[in-house]
Nanobody, 125 residues
Framework: QVQLVESGGGLVQAGGSLRLSCAASVRTFSIYHMGWFRQAPGKEREFVAAINWSGLSTYYADSVKGRFTISRDNAKNTVYLQMSSLKPEDTAVYYC??????????????????WGQGTQVTVSS
């Protein structure tokens, strides 16, 4: 069983930055591919970014490419999402997820086995 706990959300003005963290309580964190998703009110959960087990491969949704950076520290069992040039449309609950199986870079929720509880990000205009 993998427990994921997100942190770092908050209220920020448009153009600002935030860094989200997701800490995993599992001994074998390095074997999991990780992803970030977000869900705005009334919308489906959507893919934001993903990273493979080693951190050498990263994937991004077109809407965040060039503004967000995903990274991981396997020694700390933590994955990060650095968000810059934030826009009001980035407002959502952000979730991290872990995938034990399949290739990295999964863009659909069904490809992930474990989920955190989410952290709210609100970008004001």
């Amino acid at each position: 069983q993998v427990q994921l706990v997100e942190s770092g959300g908050g209220l920020v003005q448009a153009g600002g930055s935030l860094r989200l963290s997701c800490a995993a309580s599992v001994r074998t964190f390095s074997i999991y591919h990780m992803g970030w998703f977000r869900q705005a009110p009334g919308k489906e959960r959507e893919f934001v970014a993903a990273i493979n087990w080693s951190g050498l491969s990263t994937y991004y949704a077109d809407s965040v490419k060039g503004r967000f950076t995903i990274s991981r520290d396997n020694a700390k069992n933590t994955v990060y999402l650095q968000m810059s040039s934030l826009k009001p449309e980035d407002t959502a609950v952000y979730y991290c997820a872990a995938a034990r199986r399949g290739p990295s870079g999964g863009t659909t929720p069904s490809e992930y086995d474990y989920w955190g509880q989410g952290t709210q990000v609100t970008v004001s205009s």
